[in-house]
């Protein structure tokens, strides 16, 4: 008996089907960590993150008023300290006034 002949799609489909076939044979999947390695990953990597930090940076992380400073221009100064001496005069007052419209006395 002659065999018919293979068209070149099956033989192609056929080969690609043998070649998955075998790498997923070969395949080998690893283990997800466990959650005390993933915790301990994570505590490794915030205490290096930790240690490279300079005095300077631990300050800003818990006072964030200082990374204006590292920008601030001197020669903006006087007219910080006159806007906030105005804020202070009109607030202040504006404040006792609150305190005596809601029968409270005014030193509150």
């Not at 607030?91 to 609150?98: A, C, D, H, L, T």
Request: with cysteine; glycine share 4%; net charge neutral.
């Amino acid at each position: 008996m002659a065999q018919p002949e293979l068209s070149l799609h099956r033989t192609i489909r056929d080969s690609t089907l043998h070649k998955r076939h075998s790498v997923l044979k070969t395949l080998e999947f690893a283990e997800p960590p466990s959650s005390k390695e993933r915790a301990q990953e994570w505590v490794s990597e915030v205490s290096e993150e930790a240690r490279n930090k300079s005095w300077f940076q631990w300050v800003k992380l818990f006072l964030p008023c200082f990374t204006t400073l590292e920008g601030y221009k001197i020669r903006d100064l006087p007219i910080d300290l006159l806007s906030g001496f105005t804020v202070g005069a009109m607030v202040i007052p504006q404040g006792m006034s609150y305190a005596k419209l809601a029968g409270l006395p005014v030193e509150y």
